[in-house]
């Protein structure tokens, strides 16, 4: 293509402007051959018949369907126009107009310019054309302007500029690039062309649209009018929003050397200073944690009077992202003595603050003086109140912000009301908030809760036990439409539960699972906590039902949910369902781990029913596989079921492995161990054990531990040394003696006759002499 346009050069030095617009159009036709690869022609060729060439570049099949594409009565102008006889074409154009003024089809026009432009008597008819200018819209040129181009056509390019020019056609970007391409082959009238152009255009031109007129002179190699172009764009001064939106950009991407060589080169551009580029300046900085940085250029605005109400925000922002709430304040004095109005946004700044170091009296304090100020609360003012309120003392202002919120004309909207319903049940004040929620259904209006509240209200009242707030929560959720999540889904479930409403709960999670799109909220949790309810109020066959359905649904079960599953086996005593479970936790895909609770769950579940040697051959198997480790709770189930068997010699060596496994037993452990000795008539074992072990282990055994041990002595017959123990105990002072103390001494005593001593020990419980 390179050899083309410069053969087109040559030609256009040779020839005078007269006749090179024939040669122009040949060599287009050749351009268009040689593009489309329809016809292999020899670039020798260039000096053949124009005629045949003409035939070549525009075959016959599109030139017909051009005209079964126009309505008839524009036939004529097209064939005219097409022919190049300008002159006839706008005669009948204006017999057409006066005829029917209808408007001339734009493919029609495009042509009919084109044949103008290209015309020779051009000059002399653009008085027909000025009659006929309606019919000639942007469209119409930007078309004709695209051909002309194509051909790079200089004299028509020129032509459509000034005929653009006599319709009062604006002249769009598009249009002009085109012409600017067309002119490419004619550097000086190239030149002229974009002169024109920007002394029309002046300060009104866009820096894209200049910035590829500069890309067609460089295609054109065209370096003299490039730099025209370029020298008005810089006579245009820097676009000082763009400038501030570059630095603001390059602040948030965390990049400050950008934003600020992005500020010096707007500075340096002689810019007049301008308050919103600083203040990007000023934001970059924060954004970038250079507060230092951003204190300095703040002064250099003060010292020009630069700084505005964005400005002093900035930097008390700056301020509080560091937690220096006294420098804000002082920012804030400055912005006062500067004769700045601060805004809603200084004060929510300094109020959020306040509010985050749990300064209540200094965040009123800013309500007050932002009320002073003649600036009002706003939605967005009430909640950051209301993050404030954090325990049950502060219930007191949920009133005091019910009334700003009156006071303001504050309307409850959803997020509004869900931070009001957070620091509702955060203060306990549940009252209040069902009261508000009541006059939130009675405006009418559909009601806005949105579906975490509607959770978190459901949790709360549900800890309170109130279920019947619960209750009509949810059914107020589903009436409204509330978009349900499994958060949401799981508080309700988890609130029936936790008030014995299990099987309430199971309709629900069954009522879910049966509609198509909540079905897939239920998940392991939800189905945890209903078998948790079950296993709690003892409906064995629902526990199995559920954990059945679980199965045929496909809810994944993880080890949180078998070990639900097995305390629920273990306590309602049904043991023999262990391994057939244990079963289905290693056939599971993938298998689902066993952990410590597993196994302390299901040794306690065999110590209970009675089955000692089981749990006993589980912790065997448990370290043959050795990934889970035994802990105190499983040692002191196991000790625990060897009390209840008085099986001493076990018990004793289970104590020793307990040892060795560095596993650290506690109070629980040693009551335990009192009771299987003082069971086994091994009472000085019993005193020793606790002796050593405190010692060992270097603790104080409690009151827990103690009575075991009176009870183990009266167990022996020793009630004497379980009154000398109990004295010896309130002498020391370490702990003091409960009910449960008092209980066994007493019956000890009575057990054993010894009424004075039963008198006694009854005065010590009642704290008498
Ligand atoms: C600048 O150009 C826009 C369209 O790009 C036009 O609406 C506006 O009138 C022009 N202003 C001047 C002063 O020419
Ligand atoms: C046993 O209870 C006492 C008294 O409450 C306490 O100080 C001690 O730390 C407890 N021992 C262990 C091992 O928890």
Not at 81 to 89: C, D, I, L, T, Y
Not at 227 to 249: F, L, P, V
Not at 538 to 559: L, P, S, W, Y
Not at 755 to 760: Q, S
Request: hydrophobic share 40%.
């Amino acid at each position: 293509m390179a050899s083309i346009s410069q053969i087109m050069e040559n030609v256009s030095e040779v020839l005078s402007p007269l006749t090179s617009e024939l040669l122009m159009f040949a060599l287009a036709a050749l351009v268009y051959i040689l593009a489309s690869r329809s016809l292999t022609v020899p670039v020798k060729k260039k000096s053949g018949s124009e005629k045949d060439e003409r035939k070549a570049a525009r075959p016959r099949q599109p030139w017909k369907k051009e005209m079964e594409e126009t309505a008839e009565v524009y036939h004529d102008i097209l064939q005219l126009a097409k022919g190049g006889e300008a002159s006839r074409a706008l005669s009948a154009m204006k017999r057409l107009d006066s005829a029917t003024k209808m408007a001339l089809p734009s493919q029609v026009a495009t042509k009919v310019l084109l044949a103008l432009a290209k015309s020779p008597q051009c000059e002399s008819l653009k008085k027909d054309f000025l009659e006929l200018s309606v019919h000639f819209d942007l469209r119409s040129f930007e078309a004709a302007g695209t051909e002309a181009s194509r051909w790079r056509n200089v004299a028509c390019c020129r032509e459509l500029y000034h005929l653009a020019g006599l319709a009062s056609v604006h002249k769009s970007e598009k249009f002009l690039v085109l012409l600017v391409r067309g002119h490419s082959n004619d550097h000086k009238a190239m030149h002229s062309i974009v002169e024109d152009i920007l002394a029309e255009g002046a300060s009104n031109l866009s820096r894209p649209f200049l910035d590829s007129l500069v890309t067609q002179c460089f295609g054109a190699k065209n370096q003299d009018t490039a730099k025209i172009i370029q020298e008005h764009e810089n006579s245009m001064g820097m676009d000082t929003n763009r400038q501030a939106r570059i630095i603001s950009s390059f602040g948030k991407e965390g990049n400050l050397d950008a934003a600020v060589s992005a500020f010096q080169k707007w500075k340096d551009s002689g810019a007049a200073p301008t308050v919103v580029v600083y203040n990007c300046l000023l934001d970059a900085c924060i954004e970038c944690k250079a507060l230092p940085r951003a204190l300095k250029i703040f002064e250099e605005m003060k010292e020009q009077s630069l700084a505005d109400v964005v400005s002093y925000n900035t930097i008390m922002k700056g301020h509080l992202m560091s937690h220096d709430t006294g420098s804000a304040e002082q920012v804030f004095m400055q912005m006062h003595q500067a004769g700045l109005t601060a805004s809603r946004v200084t004060y929510h700044g300094l109020l959020n603050a306040m509010v985050s170091k749990g300064d209540r009296t200094g965040a009123w304090r800013i309500v007050t003086e932002m009320k002073s100020q003649g600036i009002g609360a706003s939605s967005i003012t009430c909640s950051i109140l209301l993050k404030s309120i954090t325990g049950r003392s502060q219930g007191a202002e949920l009133s005091t912000i019910l009334s700003l919120l009156e006071e303001s004309d504050i309307q409850m909207d959803e997020v509004l009301f869900g931070g009001f319903a957070d620091a509702c049940i955060r203060s306990g004040n549940l009252k209040i908030l069902w009261k508000q929620y009541q006059q939130l259904l009675k405006t009418g209006q559909p009601v806005q809760v949105s579906g975490p509240t509607y959770g978190n209200m459901i949790k709360a009242f549900g800890q309170v036990q109130d279920v019947q707030s619960v209750q009509q929560l949810w059914k107020h959720m589903c009436e409204q439409h509330v978009k349900l999540t499994a958060v949401t889904l799981g508080c309700m479930v988890e609130a029936l539960v936790s008030n014995n409403h299990v099987s309430e709960a199971w309709k629900i999670v069954n009522d879910a699972w049966s509609s198509e799109d909540q079905r897939e909220l239920l998940n392991t949790v939800i189905y945890s906590t209903i078998v948790k309810g079950f296993t709690m109020s003892r409906q064995h066959d629902q526990v199995i039902a559920v954990f059945k359905e679980m199965k045929e649904r496909g809810i994944a079960c993880n080890t949180v949910t078998y070990n639900t599953m097995l305390n629920g086996l273990a306590r309602c005593g049904m043991m023999h369902e262990v391994p057939e479970l244990l079963k289905g936790m290693r056939d599971s895909d993938p298998p689902v781990q066993p952990d410590i609770i597993t196994y302390s769950t299901i040794v306690k579940g065999y110590c209970i029913a009675g089955d000692v040697d089981r749990a006993f051959a589980l912790l065997d198997e448990m370290k043959k596989l050795g990934n889970v480790k035994p802990d105190e709770v499983l040692y002191n189930s196991l000790l625990d079921g060897c009390a209840k068997q008085s099986r001493v010699e076990e018990a004793l060596k289970l104590l020793e492995e307990m040892k060795q496994e560095g596993v650290v037993p506690s109070n629980y452990t040693l009551s335990i161990l009192c009771k299987l000795l003082g069971r086994g008539r091994h009472l000085e074992q019993a005193f020793e054990i606790v002796k050593t072990f405190t010692e060992e282990y270097g603790f104080k055994a409690n009151i827990q531990v103690y009575t075991c041990l009176m009870q183990a002595c009266i167990h022996n017959r020793q009630c004497q040394r379980a009154v000398s123990l109990h004295d010896q105990v309130v002498k020391d002072g370490v702990c003091v003696p409960d009910a449960k103390t008092y209980t066994v001494l007493l019956r000890g005593c009575l057990q054993a006759g010894l009424v004075d001593k039963a008198l006694a020990v009854t005065r010590c419980a009642y704290h008498l002499p």
